[in-house]
């Protein structure tokens, strides 16, 4: 692919050592996949993930999974892992917990989870191939095993909003899930504080779903020349809407990261 004209990829390339990319990992730079426990990341990421970490200010993954989940789930069999990645910083539960140089750092859990794991799997026992995934910090509720997705996830939308009031959480849609999570907290909120952190020049985002939207905004309001990366998909066309740049789901974030990297020789 060519790099396409963009002012705030203009000053990524011309200042890298100024420039922050964050990005998301599911639907990014990992395939999106019935199990979630069996998403993996794209094998050729981390190697130019890696490449490019070496040239820019920083990498950061902003993701809704742990950042030990990502970790695990960027682990490759021949090349570079995620782990690999120098200087690589995970902002994993929308920016509540941070892994970098092998340590963790996040607020103790909120108690109204108690009440979510008590309450979650009768709810979506209720609707068949709907399943609860228990993130510690977070308990997300998928309906993309469920023979009508779209429906089952429509169907979960009162009670689940309900229980999260209930809890004192909040609701986070994204790509046939509801995730109910700790309020206070998102991708834009994670991705300002990080750009601040590292005085960054430049910054550029890429994502895939409804919570990187966030994110787009933190690169808008940022006050530094950014831009938006859409990983695009038939699924979720918001993001596309707002995106500066649109690629082919996790392969063409993978070729445009590549081309990023080409054009920084
Ligand atoms: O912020 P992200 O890195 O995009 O994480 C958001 C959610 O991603 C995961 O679910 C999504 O990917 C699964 C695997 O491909 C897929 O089965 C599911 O339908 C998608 O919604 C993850 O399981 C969630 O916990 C994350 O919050």
């Known amino acids: 692919m060519t790099l396409p004209r963009h002012e705030g990829l203009d000053a990524v390339l011309a200042d890298p050592a100024g420039a922050v990319i964050g990005l998301d990992f599911d639907g990014t730079l990992s395939s999106i996949v019935p199990d979630p426990a069996a998403a993996h990341v794209h094998p050729e990421a981390p190697g130019v993930l890696a490449d490019l970490a070496g040239r820019l200010g920083a990498v950061a993954i902003v993701t809704g999974r742990p950042p030990l989940t990502a970790l695990a789930l960027g682990a490759t069999a021949d090349g570079p892992s995620l782990e690999d990645v120098p200087g690589l910083v995970i902002l994993g539960h929308y920016g509540l917990e941070r892994w ?16 979510v794991r008590a309450r979650l799997p009768e709810i979506a026992r209720s609707l068949d191939g709907v399943v609860v995934e228990d993130k510690d910090r977070a308990v997300a509720v998928h309906t993309r095993r469920a023979p009508d997705p779209a429906a089952a996830l429509e169907a979960l939308r009162e009670p689940v909003a309900a229980l999260a009031a209930e809890a004192g959480l909040a609701v986070e849609p994204g790509r046939m899930v509801l995730e109910l999570r700790p309020p206070g907290m998102d991708k834009g909120k994670a991705l300002s ?40 998909s038939a699924e979720v066309t918001a993001l596309a809407e707002r995106a500066d740049v649109v690629v082919d789901g996790p392969d063409g974030v993978v ?6 990297r080409a054009a920084l020789d």
Not at 207 to 232: E, K, M, Q, W, Y
Not at 255 to 260: D, I, Q, S, T, Y
């Open 193 to 232: 504080s990080f750009l601040a952190e590292r005085e960054a020049r430049s910054v550029m985002f890429v994502g895939d779903d409804l919570g990187d939207l966030a994110a787009f905004d933190a690169v808008d309001r940022a006050g530094i020349p950014g831009v938006r990366v859409c990983s695009g």
């Open 100 to 115: 970098e140089d092998g340590r963790i750092s996040a607020p103790p859990p909120p108690p109204g989870l108690d009440l």
């Open 255 to 260: 070729a445009f990261l590549r081309e990023v």
